[in-house]
C-alpha cells in the first residue's frame, strides 16, 4: 500500500494517521487496499485496481471543535492537501464528503462553522455542491479554494502534477550543472590534465607468469 500513496503523492506518515489497511473478499478472493472509515463504521477502499467501499455509505468527520473546517469530497483530497502543507497538528476541524451525494448528510456539521473552506473537485458536479453549500449555509462564509489547484481536476491531481514538474526541474538543474562542469572543463587544458591525473589509477609492478 505504500507504493500506492507514493504513486498519489501521499506522505505515508499522514496516510498511518489517517487511514489502516483493509482486507476484503471478492468472489472468495482475498484483497487489500487503502482504507479510510467513515462515521458510520463503513469504509472507503482504494488501491491501483480498486476503488470503491463498504456499507454503510456516510461521511467523516474529525472535529477538533474548530470554528473553521475544511471540506473535501474525497479521502485521497484530504490526504494530499496534508502531504501539501506538512502540519504539525491539525487543529481545525475536517469533512470529507466520501461522495457529493452525502453534502445532505453534511449540512448539520458543516453548518456550525463560521468559516468553510471548500476543496471540491473541479467539475460540473464539485462546483454544483459548492454552489449548494453557499446557498445552505448562509451564515457561514464558504471560501472555495478550487482556484488553489485551478486547471486540475483535484487537490490529488494537482499534487501528482506538482511532484513530478519539481522531479523534471530537479533533473534539468542537475544536466545543466554537468553541462557547465563539462564546458569548464573543456575551456582549461590544466583543469583536464589534473583531473586526469586525479583518476588515473596508481601503476603497479607487473607479475610476468
Known amino acids: 500500500m505504500v507504493s500506492y500513496l507514493t504513486g498519489r503523492g501521499i506522505d505515508p506518515a499522514i496516510a498511518r ?17 487503502v482504507g479510510f472509515r467513515n462515521d458510520a463504521g463503513g469504509w472507503e477502499l482504494r488501491s491501483a485496481r480498486f476503488k470503491g467501499g463498504s456499507s454503510p455509505k456516510h461521511i467523516t468527520t474529525i472535529d477538533n471543535r474548530s470554528d473553521t473546517v475544511i471540506a473535501f469530497e474525497g479521502f485521497m483530497d484530504f490526504l494530499s492537501c496534508l502531504s501539501t502543507k506538512h502540519p504539525d497538528q491539525l487543529r481545525i476541524d475536517v469533512i470529507v464528503l466520501n461522495s457529493v451525494v452525502n453534502l445532505p448528510k453534511a449540512l448539520p456539521f458543516l453548518a456550525r462553522h463560521s468559516t468553510i473552506h471548500a476543496f471540491f473537485d473541479n467539475d460540473n458536479a464539485g462546483r454544483k455542491a459548492t454552489a449548494e453549500l453557499i446557498r445552505l449555509c448562509p451564515r457561514s462564509e464558504v471560501v472555495d479554494q478550487s482556484c488553489f489547484y485551478s ?35 573543456r575551456n582549461n587544458p590544466q583543469l583536464l590534465k ?6 588515473e589509477p596508481q601503476r603497479r609492478k607487473g607479475v610476468k607468469v
Not at 17 to 33: L, S
Not at 194 to 199: F, I, L, R, Y
Request: net charge positive; charged share 30%; with cysteine.
Open 151 to 185: 486547471g486540475h481536476k483535484d487537490v490529488n491531481d494537482y499534487l501528482i502534477a506538482h511532484i513530478k514538474d519539481h522531479a523534471k526541474k530537479l533533473a534539468a538543474q542537475k544536466n545543466a550543472s554537468k553541462t557547465k562542469t563539462v564546458q569548464s572543463v
Open 194 to 199: 589534473a583531473k586526469t591525473a586525479a583518476v
Open 17 to 33: 494517521t489517517y487511514c489502516r489497511e483493509v482486507r476484503y473478499t471478492i468472489g472468495g478472493k482475498e484483497y487489500f487496499a
